[in-house]
């Protein structure tokens, strides 16, 4: 899956993608829903060895979606504004086209929740930790398996 971007000029390198991505927490993700219909719904994410991983409920429409058909997109806005005087935006934004997988390795689980409390929730540790250990098998984590990775950034 390649496409070229419309305005090249503006397509990040993959290092400045990961860097931007890293900088990112909320995103939004994109499946095949019932009847042909996309799906879309924020979420917040980490980065964790350069792959990135979201927390879920075990059930519900996402997850029945993703059971069904692993392909998904997943987009973030870093930073935007408006720029009046050009009557344009600026923006920074990420595209990841790929599958999303169920983690079912348990120390990899265990280290991307750990990662959402370190990361998301610092100086909460002791709580988020103990919440993890207790709802450990009541949630789903996913990892985000691109195919592609897109940066794209236009600074106004």
């Not at 930073?79 to 079912?104: D, M, N, R, Y």
């Amino acid at each position: 899956m390649k496409r070229q971007m419309q305005k090249p000029e503006r397509q990040l390198s993959p290092e400045a993608t990961l860097a931007l991505l890293k900088r990112g927490d909320h995103g939004t993700l994109s499946v095949l829903g019932d009847d042909g219909y996309p799906y879309a719904t924020p979420v917040n994410y980490i980065v964790l060895n350069d792959k990135v991983y979201l927390h879920s409920a075990p059930e519900g429409y996402k997850i029945d979606c993703l059971k069904r058909d692993s392909k998904c997109c997943f987009s973030v806005i870093v930073s935007t504004h408006t720029v009046p005087s050009k009557i344009t935006a600026a923006f920074e934004s990420i595209i990841l086209t790929g599958t999303a997988a169920f983690v079912t390795d348990r120390a990899e689980k265990q280290t991307a929740l750990e990662t959402f409390v370190t990361q998301r929730c610092p100086g909460y540790e002791e709580v988020g930790f103990k919440m993890i250990e207790k709802l450990f098998d009541k949630t789903a984590v996913l990892r985000l398996d691109p195919v592609a990775l897109t940066g794209k950034a236009y600074k106004g």
